[in-house]
């Protein structure tokens, strides 16, 4: 696999010594293989981007003050396992292994994952399986209303676009066709929304922690991700509109991106006057909103939060973006825009150079299933409920010491470790075949190594059996001698 862009980006050795944080082991042995381990780590979780410079042998043994021969050692172990890549002349720079060649990254975040792993990183759910295929069987009947023509539609077919309009009148925001933009997922919403209107440069406003997808399309836009913290109100994370307001102030970013609704990872649901103040910031300032509701339709237990257009349902700044991966299925590649109708026409204008349309047999089912959605949501609330109550008992008598939320909705538990320890549990969670979404993959510049996100998403059997092999992982790292598995990462 081809390096995107290879040495385009570069790091520093003093900047790669705060993102490798507190790596060497305790005895200090095993030196190379721990910088190893570490290094991976960052490339497989999405830290270190792909195609970046790493620093030479020499600069890097500087900064870590350790011996050029290690670095070496690690710098050659990763050329092996394919997660470097060098040329003479040109430098070393982080990939991903091919399918070909070194070891297969299984991990949520990999071009490359898969495999035989249990998944506790991924915040998803399977198929409600009896409405699916309902959906699916009347979709291939509704199918000869469409072949007829090309099937390219840049803005979506009318059937689904009527759908999604019908469900945001529904909610309370009347909405007509033209003011909806069908894409391909949510993640395809936030890269054409990114495409239009921030550069290369350009500040983006985030919640920190936030989204991590959303991180990465800012970042590869060449955007600058600006987090503004969310503050602790009570047991719960809570927007601070002053400090919203300041920082779009002094920051001018191009957009603001927010998730108020049971906001991944917290589960934190924005209160109706905070709603109220960030729309009315948007439109004094003229700083563009963009609201990700992929989560709004999964309540479990407090009432569905009202929508943030319902404050301004015609403005061109106010973007909402939803999706039906979190209610419905993943394997369900649509999503769509909800904006006025100029910039839904701005929007659709950006396709040609990204794709041509979305899957119509996926819009047809897709537009089957929102006139069901609330009977899917009632018999999804039920097992989420109790889903989420086995794993927070089943952490209590496992990790006591780890204090996990109790979100109002959603699909995870955001958990304080108690030390900062995410990284180094997720490569041990790893070695025990479980997939883990470290902390710092939620944040800006190696944020939250206390905590991890836990999603209560899986059947129960296989959420048993994860969280002991989980368990295995951390008695491993508390097997090791008083405070070594706290001082081997730091906060970066």
């Known amino acids: 696999m081809d390096p995107v862009d290879p040495g385009t980006r570069r790091i520093g050795g003093a900047s790669f010594a705060r993102l490798l944080g507190r790596w060497r082991p305790d005895d200090q042995r095993g030196l190379a293989s721990a910088l190893t381990e570490r290094v991976r780590l960052l490339v497989l979780d999405g830290r270190l981007p792909l195609g970046t410079r790493v620093p030479a042998e020499r600069e890097l043994a500087g900064a870590l003050d350790v011996s050029r021969t290690t670095v070496a050692a690690a710098y050659e172990a990763l050329r092996a396992d394919g997660f470097l890549e060098s040329r003479r002349g040109s430098g070393s720079w982080t990939r991903v292994p091919g399918p070909t060649g070194g070891a297969t990254p299984e991990t949520p975040f990999s071009p490359l994952a898969g495999g035989g792993l249990t998944d506790l990183a991924h915040a998803a759910l399977p198929a409600p399986t009896d409405a699916i295929r309902r959906a699916a069987a009347s979709a291939v009947t509704e199918l000869d209303g469409q072949i007829g023509g090309h099937g390219y539609t840049l803005a979506g077919i009318p059937v689904m676009r009527d759908a999604v309009a019908r469900r945001f009148t529904e909610r309370g925001v009347p909405t007509t066709p033209d003011q909806i933009l069908v894409t391909s997922g949510a993640q395809h919403a936030i890269a054409l929304v990114l495409t239009l209107l921030a550069g290369p440069g350009d500040r983006v406003l985030v919640e920190h922690p936030t989204y991590p997808n959303a991180l990465d399309a800012i970042r590869g836009r060449g955007a600058r991700p600006v987090p503004v913290p969310l503050a602790p109100e009570g047991r719960e994370p809570a927007w601070d509109l002053d400090l919203l307001t300041a920082t779009v102030r002094d920051t001018r970013p191009a957009l603001c991106y927010l998730v108020p609704d049971f906001h991944n990872p917290t589960g934190a649901v924005m209160p109706p006057e905070v709603r109220a103040g960030v729309v009315a910031l948007a439109r004094r300032t003229r700083t563009p909103l963009v609201v990700d509701e992929t989560l709004t339709e999964l309540p479990l ?24 991966s979190k209610v419905f299925w993943g394997g369900l590649r649509i999503g769509w825009i909800r904006t006025s109708a100029s910039l839904v026409r701005r929007l659709a204008a950006l396709r040609p150079s990204i794709d041509l349309g979305g899957a119509v047999l996926d819009q047809l089912v897709t537009a089957r299933l929102l006139g069901e959605v609330e009977a899917v949501v009632a018999e999804r609330q039920e097992s989420l409920r109790a889903a989420r109550a086995d794993l927070r008992r089943r952490l209590a008598e496992a990790f006591p010491q780890w204090r996990p939320n109790d979100p109002a909705g959603g699909l995870s538990l955001w958990v ?77």
């Open 416 to 492: 304080d470790l108690g030390e900062p320890v995410s990284s180094l549990l997720t490569g041990a969670a790893r070695r025990h075949d479980v997939l883990l979404a470290a902390g710092p993959r939620f944040g800006v510049d190696g944020a939250f190594e206390r905590y991890v996100r836990l999603p209560y998403t899986l059947r129960p059997e296989r959420a048993a059996a994860a969280l002991e092999r989980l368990t295995a992982a951390w008695q491993g790292l508390r097997h090791q001698p008083d405070g070594a598995a706290a001082d081997q990462i730091a906060v970066a």
């Open 301 to 324: 237990d407090v009432p569905a939060p009202e929508p943030v257009a319902r404050h301004a349902p015609d403005s061109a700044l106010l973007i909402t973006i939803g999706s039906a």
